[in-house]
């Protein structure tokens, strides 16, 4: 029963520091940036507006509808609309009669198997599967200025 109590307590006990830190004053205080940083900030005099500047959903419609609609004259043809597919078609049928073989139409995969498979015994291991994965694009990050040492004081 001691071991519950003790329990209890010590938690009692951490919920109380918590609130005391939380509603402490040193909390709350704003410290300038270290003298490094404080030069490499601009100084901006204008406020940043309320509201990001942001597309609109028509905006984003109009510019999918101008890539289909070739000739402008503000209607899709069933012709503009499939011309996209057209030329995804004619690039897969390398041979040009029309029709696509299952090896034209996995080309890609095949020669992304072929070049995975180091050994060239015919099957992928671990580490040779590993390199058929897709490669993403990083993440945007934000452009920081480059860190500045700081200068030695004698």
Same mark, same amino acid.
């Given at each position: 029963?001691?071991?519950?109590l003790a329990g209890v307590g010590s938690?009692?006990?951490?919920?109380a520091a918590g609130l005391f830190l939380f509603r402490s004053d040193a909390a709350t205080e704003k410290l300038p940036p270290p003298p490094a940083m404080a030069a490499?900030?601009?100084?901006v005099d204008a406020p940043l507006p309320d509201d990001?500047? $942001?597309? @609109? +959903?028509?905006?984003r419609e109009q510019k999918r509808f101008d890539r289909y609609d070739k000739d402008r004259?503000?209607?899709?043809t069933r012709?503009?609309?499939?011309a996209s597919r057209r030329k995804a078609y004619a690039k897969l049928d390398t041979n040009g009669d029309g029709r696509l073989s299952f090896d034209e139409w996995a080309a890609k995969t095949t020669t992304k198997f072929a070049t995975a498979d180091r050994g060239r015994d015919g099957a992928l291991d671990?580490?040779?599967? $590993?390199? @058929? +994965?897709?490669?993403?694009?990083?993440?945007?990050?934000?452009?920081c200025p480059p860190a500045t040492p700081a200068a030695e004081e004698s």
């Open positions: 029963m001691w071991r519950f938690a009692l006990a951490l919920v490499a900030l601009p100084e990001p500047p $942001a597309a @609109t +959903a028509r905006t004259d503000g209607r899709i012709d503009e609309y499939l671990a580490g040779e599967f $590993a390199t @058929t +994965a897709v490669k993403r694009k990083p993440k945007r990050r934000a452009d």
